[in-house]
């Protein structure tokens, strides 16, 4: 056990390992979200209520998961770098946030269009929206405060805290807005939850989020990777292998 | 009962540098241990990992024998460490200020006998009437004095002390100075870096980095 | 197929700013984010390409 | 139990470069080691002691936050309107969130003083534990500026025509609140001690944390004014309170050992 987590930990055999994984995570993302659009657009059925800006659904839900699993997965990796030193742990994390920020600005986006043909407005202070946007911040949060600090091993550090406080706050945080706008907006019309969807509406969207997983998982392998040469670029083995590739170039 | 701090094979990396590499330090009762380096040799970094501040470290310290990591709170009982700042706060009196050090050396701050060692301590650096005046109101090496009486109040077997001379006049160098040497002489221990020139004692070990 | 015509399809039934926006916004910005990975590992690629190159043609100078 | 430390273990590392000492060795009597008593509670008195008297010798600092606090509630009759039967539907929330805002605007000193005159570093020198000793200091912050804030703001709920039967829960909310204000904000405050310019950034990385705690405040007072039972708020305000009693002290420890040597 010890030992794989080193293993894992080695920047130079996650370069390696990475790259084997890499494309089969962009081929699944592909297929899944190229299959799951289709399907979602053309060919499943409108929504008997909303018509046809129900679609907007297939962006929004796969959106929403992404946000919230993608700030379990730094604070996750925040944990292993603080307590085991493994640095790939953090360079995962520090690409993770921006993807996971973007992500949380698609599911607030697509939520307050949606928001216009179902709500007539804008904006609504809707239990989701409203988390979704204290998300944004929290990640807006995690970002900064890495790029405040000069050194780079006290920001990986400050920035694990910070996850990781936040990921312990996002439940409360959940809970205490659900609470306040049901006490607010009583027995209102939430966007998503709905009894019993037909299976030709959600199995598209069940397409669209795993492929959305699969997106995020090959991104950040991906950022990872050049997160590495970055961080590693003094190092042996990254130099032999920019002197491989230079004599292959030949 | 002698001490003795030991390192093994200690490296530091801040950012992607190598401040030092494969370091081995015996560090043992009645040494004065003078680390010496130019500016940005890791000086500061290896007194503070050598103090237990900085963990982010490669190699093993041993604290009579045993891992660090495993008597921590009696090493942090057994240490003394000066720093940069003086760590005097500026709306307190030096009495006030040493009353907090003691306490937290375990030391209750209220009985007679204590402030009574305070007083004492604040004589022996030349304080003796500012005691009641706030340290914002006394200079800089004033203020440095102090922090060096602790090196009297609270009596502590390993001293580290990064720059001490800073801002002490020439009398005062000299009598910290002796009072580094009697210390040692006494089976405490001192680790030092600083850009004042040392006299020259058996006891006197240099440490070169960089 | 729930639509029966292209242009029907494109209407979204009266709903094509609101699906097309939002779906348009996901799109740019999973593409852009792989637009911007891609970017940045071949500059990064380059540049550690170009420090190889100059040191051995230092290297080759010296010798 | 450090008995064992005094005889040479097996486990460091073999004896050497002793030899070149061996004259001066027989001189040199030993220094007695000591061994760690505790004393947590008579450090942690220190400390609290410590922090008092310094913050009550610049009462500017303990005086600021609630002239802030004045000031923003004045603000909004002005912004709004006079009109006291709509001040009194919003005032629960104004009061909270200027409230709020008052006890973030203090936080960036909790720290910086001892950071900046190197006493910092000598509390995380100190053998007791520093999640204890740092809670001492957010115990300080939050009885010169939450209790305070709490206290005050009744003055300044009749000001906003706050109706009647809701006062007494509005300190109680506010003083129960802040408590976990302090103790949260205090994470925020140690994360950024060590950035030159932490105060803006310290506000974004603590508000979006506050809001739980605002939700059930400010609805534990609108509660009291609607007449419904108010227990269930101030026992989640009490909850949250202790949730951040118990995990925030080591968060606050953690951050502050990242700074020192930032």
Redesign the interface.
């Known amino acids: 056990m010890w030992a794989f987590i080193h293993k894992l930990g080695s920047p130079k055999w996650f370069y390696g390992i990475s790259a084997k994984l890499q494309p089969w995570f962009w081929v699944a993302a592909a297929l899944l979200i190229v299959t799951g659009s289709l399907w979602g657009l053309a060919f499943a059925p409108a929504d008997y209520q909303q018509g046809n800006s129900f679609r907007i659904i297939y962006v929004h839900v796969p959106a929403a998961f992404l946000a919230q699993s993608i700030f379990i997965a730094m604070a996750v990796s925040g944990l292993v770098f603080?307590v085991w030193k493994i640095k790939v742990a953090d360079m995962a994390a520090a690409v993770m946030a921006p993807l996971g920020a973007a992500m949380t600005f698609v599911a607030l986006f697509s939520g307050a269009v949606w928001g216009v043909p179902t709500w007539g407005t804008w904006w609504m202070w809707d239990a989701r929206l409203t988390s979704m946007l204290?998300l944004l911040?929290?990640y807006?949060?995690v970002i900064?405060?890495r790029g405040?600090?000069?050194?780079r091993d006290?920001a990986s550090?400050?920035a694990s805290?910070?996850a990781?406080?936040?990921v312990?706050?996002i439940p409360?945080?959940k809970?205490?807005?659900n609470?306040?706008y049901t006490?607010h907006q009583p027995a209102s019309f939430t966007l998503t939850s709905r009894p019993a969807m037909p299976t030709e509406m959600w199995l598209p969207l069940v397409m669209m989020v795993l492929g959305f997983y699969s997106f995020f998982i090959a991104l950040t392998l991906m950022r990872t990777r050049s997160e590495i040469l970055r961080r590693e670029a003094n190092k042996r083995w990254v130099q032999d292998l920019v002197k491989d590739q230079v004599e292959e170039a030949r | 009962?002698?001490?003795c701090l030991?390192a093994?094979q200690l490296a530091c990396e801040r950012d992607d540098r190598w401040l030092f590499q494969g370091l081995d330090l015996?560090i043992?009762?009645?040494?004065i241990v003078r680390i010496e380096g130019p500016n940005g040799s890791g000086k500061t970094s290896l007194l503070?990992i050598l103090?237990?501040?900085?963990?982010?470290y490669q190699g093993?310290l041993?604290?009579?024998?045993?891992?660090m990591k495993d008597?921590r709170?009696?090493f942090?009982?057994?240490?003394l460490?000066l720093?940069?700042?003086?760590?005097?706060?500026?709306?307190?009196s030096p009495l006030?200020n040493l009353?907090?050090?003691?306490?937290?050396?375990?030391?209750?701050?209220n009985d007679k006998d204590s402030e009574e060692q305070c007083l004492d301590a604040l004589e022996s650096v030349g304080l003796a009437g500012f005691e009641e005046v706030p340290a914002g109101q006394l200079s800089a090496g004033q203020q440095r004095r102090v922090a060096l009486a602790r090196l009297k109040l609270t009596?502590?077997?390993l001293w580290v002390l990064d720059e001490p001379f800073t801002a002490i006049d020439r009398h005062g160098v000299a009598a910290l100075e002796k009072q580094l040497v009697d210390?040692?002489?006494?089976?405490?221990c001192v680790l030092v870096t600083t850009h004042h020139a040392l006299t020259a004692s058996?006891?006197l070990r240099h440490i070169a980095l960089g | 197929m729930a639509f029966d015509s292209f242009s029907e399809f494109i209407a979204m039934g009266g709903h094509a700013p609101y699906v097309w926006s939002a779906w348009g916004v996901t799109a740019l910005l999973l593409l852009a984010s792989v637009w911007h990975a891609r970017a940045e590992q071949r500059q990064l690629l380059k540049s550690l390409k170009r420090r190889v190159r100059r040191e051995n043609s230092s290297r080759g100078n010296a010798q | 139990m450090?008995s064992?430390?005094?005889?040479?273990?097996q486990?460091?590392?073999s004896e050497?470069?002793?030899s070149h000492?061996s004259?001066?060795?027989q001189?040199?009597?030993?220094?007695?080691?000591?061994?760690?008593?505790?004393?947590l509670l008579?450090?942690v008195?220190?400390?609290l002691?410590?922090d008092l008297?310094?913050l009550l010798?610049?009462r500017g600092e303990v005086l600021n936050p609630l002239v802030f606090f004045a000031l923003v509630i004045t603000l909004f009759p002005i912004a709004i309107s006079p009109d006291p039967e709509l001040l009194a539907v919003i005032a629960p929330g104004l009061l909270w969130v200027a409230a709020l805002l008052a006890a973030l605007l203090s936080l960036d000193s909790l720290f910086r003083?001892d950071y900046?005159?190197?006493?910092l570093?000598?509390?995380?020198?100190?053998?007791?534990p520093l999640a204890a000793l740092s809670l001492a200091k957010v115990a300080v912050h939050w009885l010169l500026t939450g209790l305070p804030l709490a206290l005050m703001a009744p003055i300044l709920g009749i000001m906003l025509a706050l109706p009647a039967g809701s006062y007494g829960v509005l300190a109680l909310s506010l003083a129960l609140g802040t408590a976990s204000l302090s103790l949260i904000g205090a994470?925020g405050a140690a994360?950024?001690v060590?950035?030159a310019r932490?105060g803006v950034?310290l506000s974004?990385?603590v508000?979006?944390?506050y809001?739980?705690v605002l939700?059930?405040g400010a609805?534990a007072v609108q509660a009291a004014i609607l007449g419904d039972g108010v227990g269930a708020h101030l026992a989640i305000l009490g909850a949250?309170l202790a949730?951040s009693l118990m995990?925030a002290p080591w968060?606050i420890a953690?951050?502050l050992?990242?700074?020192?040597?930032?």
């Open positions: 603080m204290i911040f929290l807006l949060g900064a405060l405040a600090f000069t050194s006290s550090r400050a805290v910070l990781m406080v936040g312990i706050n409360i945080i809970y205490s807005v609470w306040w006490l | 009962m002698s001490l030991q093994r015996d043992r009762s009645g040494e503070k103090s237990g501040q900085l963990s982010d093993e041993f604290w009579n024998g045993a891992a008597v709170e009696h942090l009982a057994n240490l460490y720093g940069h700042a003086p760590g005097i706060k500026t709306g307190l006030e009353a907090w050090y003691q306490a937290l050396s375990g030391t209750s701050s009596p502590r077997a210390h040692a002489k006494a089976g405490g058996p006891l | 450090h064992s430390l005094h005889s040479s273990s486990q460091g590392p050497q470069g002793s000492r004259d001066i060795s001189q040199i009597s030993a220094v007695p080691l000591r061994e760690y008593k505790g004393g008579i450090a008195k220190a400390t002691v410590r008297t310094l010798r610049r003083s900046d005159d190197g006493s570093e000598q509390l995380l020198l100190a053998p007791q994470i994360l950024t060590g950035l932490g950034l974004l990385l508000l979006p944390l809001i739980p939700i059930f609805g949250l949730a995990l968060a953690a951050s050992r990242i700074s020192i040597n930032g």
